[in-house]
């Protein structure tokens, strides 16, 4: 893991951090730093630009000479791209230029530009931007002990990453150009590529090895695997109970069940006389005559 000094605005070293080497310590990649910066730009491009054609431009729509006769080339409309005042053709109009970029290309676009910048020595790691009052005077006094301003305000473009809560930074950097302050979560790939310098506060130093840790990325890919079986495990007894109750519904009710099961009444029958009719002789078993065959036959 790369290991960098600290120094205070005074150019003075304070102590050392540890950089990520997954975060800091990236191959460079100019095929996705290009596409990082072409895609940042596009996104930021507004798309507002528009010509008038024949459609929008003021004018009559009378037909100036007849078609025929006059020895003169046919005209339809003063509104004509030929004439002057008349529409454009094929002009610019209002479109969204912007598209997505994968996130995880992003992101190894943003750790390669920040491994670059830290192998030519362009980033300084800053213990504390900490002025007393919101004044330029102060912001360039320490960019100079910085080496990074001259006497006559000439400014190096120098990309500042802290919190976007010290005021006292942000009012006395904003009237300095070329530089930039932003925090952690706003870094982009433009800003590495166009400034020289990145002075960086050790606290932002802390968030941007968490934000572009690929491990974590791996980590949050896990767990968004892993809780989709549990949603279908929780989807299932809802189901279940569903089944339960149709089949409740379709079940047979215990009357029903008693009807079943009861044996069918014998319908009486009777005569004219009120007596049972007698009844009528039982058929013989076939399986008694067979025996009593089989027994005379032995």
Do not use: C
């Amino acid at each position: 893991m790369p290991t960098v000094k600290v120094r205070n605005l005074k150019n003075k070293e304070v102590g050392e951090v540890t950089l990520s080497d997954a975060v800091f310590g990236a191959a460079l990649n100019e095929s996705l730093i290009h596409a990082a910066v072409m895609n940042y730009r596009a996104n930021a491009r507004a798309g507002t630009s528009a010509t008038k054609t024949r459609g929008n431009v003021s004018g009559s729509g009378r037909k100036l000479w007849k078609q025929k006769g006059t020895g003169r080339a046919r005209i339809a409309s003063l509104r004509s791209p030929l004439w002057k005042g008349g529409g454009n053709v094929h002009g610019p109009q209002p479109r969204d230029w912007s598209y997505q970029m994968p996130k995880k290309m992003r992101r190894g676009a943003l750790r390669s530009a920040l491994s670059e910048r830290l192998r030519e020595g362009n980033i300084i790691i800053i213990d504390e931007f900490e002025f007393k009052n919101p004044k330029t005077s102060e912001f360039v006094g320490a960019l100079a002990g910085l080496k990074l301003s001259d006497d006559k305000r000439k400014v190096v473009k120098t990309l500042i990453v802290d919190s976007l809560d010290n005021q006292n930074l942000v009012l006395s950097s904003r009237n300095v150009e070329k530089t930039t302050v932003t925090n952690s979560f706003g870094l982009n790939i433009y800003d590495i590529i166009y400034h020289e310098k990145l002075l960086i506060s050790k606290s932002a130093i802390e968030e941007i090895n968490q934000l572009l840790d690929p491990a974590r990325e791996g980590a949050k890919e896990k767990e968004s695997v892993e809780e989709k079986p549990k949603a279908k495990k929780a989807a299932k007894p809802k189901a279940e109970k569903a089944e339960e109750g149709m089949a409740e519904a379709s079940a047979p009710t215990k009357e029903a069940k008693a009807a079943d099961a009861a044996p069918p009444k014998k319908a009486k029958t009777e005569d004219a006389s009120g007596q049972k009719p007698e009844k009528a002789p039982a058929k013989p078993k076939a399986k008694k005559e067979v025996s009593e065959e089989a027994a005379k036959d032995e």
